[in-house]
T-cell receptor
Framework: EPEVTQTPSHQVTQMGQEVILRCVPISNHLYFYWYRQILGQKVEFLVSFYNNEISEKSEIFDDQFSVERPDGSNFTLKIRSTKLEDSAMYFC?????????????FGPGTRLTVL | GNSVTQMEGPVTLSEEAFLTINCTYTATGYPSLFWYVQYPGEGLQLLLKATKADDKGSNKGFEATYRKETTSFHLEKGSVQVSDSAVYFCALSDRGANSKLTFGKGITLSVRP
């Protein structure tokens, strides 16, 4: 069964450094998402992406964040200058459609630790 | 805006006990409703969903019915197993342009033998 994959599974970085989190969505999916989950808190929406542009972003997704689909398979989340509060589990998701029957399929997540 | 409220946890049950996890929602419009499960060390997996009022989603012995009148989507299972130990998230997706998911806080279920 097709699945969403994410790399790395765990990333440790120093505050102020740039990180890129990578995702490979399911191959025939058209809509892509990033969510994050700070330890012990809710899973929060960050951004949705379709047709090579951002469809919607939350207030968390400020100028330090960017997303890109650099080729036909990868979908990346970049944090330019990490802060301590960016430490979280980041989940990528994809869906084939966004109609009433669409389902978002999630990857296993990347745990980001900012020191 | 949209929101999802789940009952406070954690929940600990003995094997073969009956499970109910409450979920209520607030939404503008007519959302789709989901239960996702997160097993230890893994990502979020869709457990079941319902897209309209009175629909019942079911999977792996779990069921939830979309109740528009009470804005609820409670998860039930008649007989839990140790392997059901996980974190359970209720979520909704609005039917607007982007279908982002809004999640509840999640509840940890532990099933003891």
């Amino acid at each position: 069964e097709p699945e969403v994959t994410q790399t790395p599974s765990h990333q440790v970085t120093q505050m102020g450094q740039e990180v890129i989190l990578r995702c490979v969505p399911i191959s025939n999916h058209l809509y892509f998402y990033w969510y994050r989950q700070i330890l012990g808190q809710k899973v929060e929406f960050l951004v949705s992406f379709y047709n090579n542009e951002i469809s919607e972003k939350s207030e968390i997704f400020d100028d330090q964040f960017s997303v890109e689909r650099p080729d036909g398979s990868n979908f990346t989340l970049k944090i330019r200058s990490t802060k301590l509060e960016d430490s979280a589990m980041y989940f990528c998701a994809s869906s084939r459609d966004r109609g009433v029957t669409d389902t978002q399929y999630f990857g296993p997540g990347t745990r980001l630790t900012v020191l | 805006g949209n929101s999802v409220t789940q009952m406070e946890g954690p929940v600990t049950l003995s094997e073969e006990a009956f499970l109910t996890i409450n979920c209520t929602y607030t939404a503008t419009g007519y959302p789709s409703l989901f239960w996702y499960v997160q097993y230890p060390g893994e990502g979020l997996q869709l457990l079941l969903k319902a897209t309209k009022a009175d629909d019942k989603g079911s999977n792996k012995g779990f069921e939830a019915t979309y109740r528009k009148e009470t804005t609820s989507f409670h998860l039930e299972k008649g007989s839990v197993q140790v392997s059901d130990s996980a974190v359970y998230f209720c979520a909704l997706s609005d039917r607007g342009a982007n279908s982002k998911l809004t999640f509840g806080k999640g509840i940890t279920l532990s099933v003891r033998p």
